[in-house]
């Protein structure tokens, strides 16, 4: 389903979720960490928003403070026209069922005390929303929903292998009917040939469900296959954001080509003259971030604006946002931009595999 269609179901507006750090015997606050520092974005009703980037730059916790498991330092966050940040947990209960989560490790969120039936009856019992006698066959069809048996519902986590036990976590988020789920890169843990099986899934319950995802992930491939647009995240800011189409067809943003320049594909001749983007240097602390733009120690492009000043997060062409200082409209060209020579005594060495 295009971004294009459909109502907006979520809509967050300049989100923060810091973490304070604790020290000493009591407990002072001696730092924070910026997990999530301002991001806005819209998300359509029935489709896949996937978001991206290194492990580290927020993506999972932007998901866990837009369902309010994490609550947020600071900003908005809509599910239709209700802001979910000024509920209290009595009220943001009721919401509950209509926005659910399926986790990245399958194992770890089944308690292997409880049988697999039970683990999908519980979100049933816990907000009243099917009779107990009937909770049995709503089980059932829920496995069969997602490819399994309803004898099944006897057994436990452990007997079943990875791929299966996603899929009850699947059965489990959708016991409680809900419209929004986040997924928080659900088949990271499985092997190739389940992870096909699983995005197909998804794939399948959306069309017959009309489900809408955040789609957490790092495999740039799966989110192309998945997505409808693609969000690109980096020390817990956003950076770029586009119809996935147009993104790897044209990204802009100096972090979105290296991304994207380390996805592998299945040519030969291809990958023997393609050129990776190398950046130098680690991912920074985000109890310490740069001042400026967040990437511009990484960035071949940086200039000193980038040092000093924030780039802002603009809509440069009709669902087309990109936070640079190097782009500002569509008619930037954008391998000239990457091209260009700047000022820098390291320029040769960054610059060199661009």
């Known amino acids: ?53 290194e492990s580290g730059c927020g993506k999972s916790t932007a998901g866990l403070t837009i369902l309010q498991l994490y609550r947020p330092t600071s900003g908005k966050v809509y599910y239709q026209d209700t802001d979910l940040t000024l509920l209290e947990e009595k009220q943001l209960r009721l919401l509950r069922p209509k926005m659910q989560i399926i986790f990245q490790d399958p194992y770890s969120t089944l308690n292997p005390r409880m049988t697999v039936g039970a683990a999908i009856s519980e979100p049933m019992q816990a907000h009243s929303l099917v009779p107990k006698n009937k909770q049995d066959a709503r089980v059932a069809e829920l496995l069969s929903l997602v490819g399994l048996g309803h004898n099944y519902a006897n057994r436990y986590p452990h007997e079943f292998s990875g791929g299966q036990r996603q899929r009850i976590c699947i059965a489990r988020a959708l016991a409680c009917e809900p419209e929004f789920i986040v997924c928080d890169e659900p088949i990271s843990a499985l092997d190739v040939s389940i992870q096909a099986q699983i995005i197909n899934l998804l794939q399948d319950l959306q069309d017959e469900l009309g489900l809408t995802y955040l789609f957490v992930a790092h495999d740039l491939s799966v989110v192309r296959h998945i997505s409808d647009r693609v969000a690109v995240m980096y020390l817990g800011q956003l950076v770029e954001l586009a119809p996935k189409d147009v993104l790897f067809a044209r990204p802009f943003h100096p972090y979105t080509h290296a991304l994207l320049s380390a996805v592998p594909k299945p040519d030969p001749t291809y990958e023997r003259n393609q050129k990776r983007v190398i950046l130098t240097g680690d991912v920074p602390s985000p109890i310490n971030p740069p001042s400026g733009c967040r990437f511009h120690p990484r960035c071949p492009l940086a200039t000193e604006r980038c040092t000093k000043e924030v780039p802002q997060w603009n809509e440069i062409e009709p669902g087309r946002w990109v936070a640079c200082h190097e782009v500002t409209s569509p008619n930037v060209d954008t391998s000239a931009v990457f091209s260009k020579k700047h000022k820098r005594p390291d320029y040769k060495t960054k610059i060199k595999n661009w």
């Not at 989100?15 to 924070?32: C, D, M, S």
């Not at 997990?35 to 009703?45: L, M």
């Open 1 to 53: 389903m295009s971004a294009t269609q459909g109502s907006v179901l979520v809509r967050v507006e300049n989100l923060k979720k810091h973490f304070p750090v604790r020290i000493g015997a009591f407990a002072e606050q001696k730092a924070t960490v910026q997990a999530v520092n301002g991001i806005s974005f819209n998300i359509h009703q029935g489709e896949t928003l996937g978001m991206v980037g």
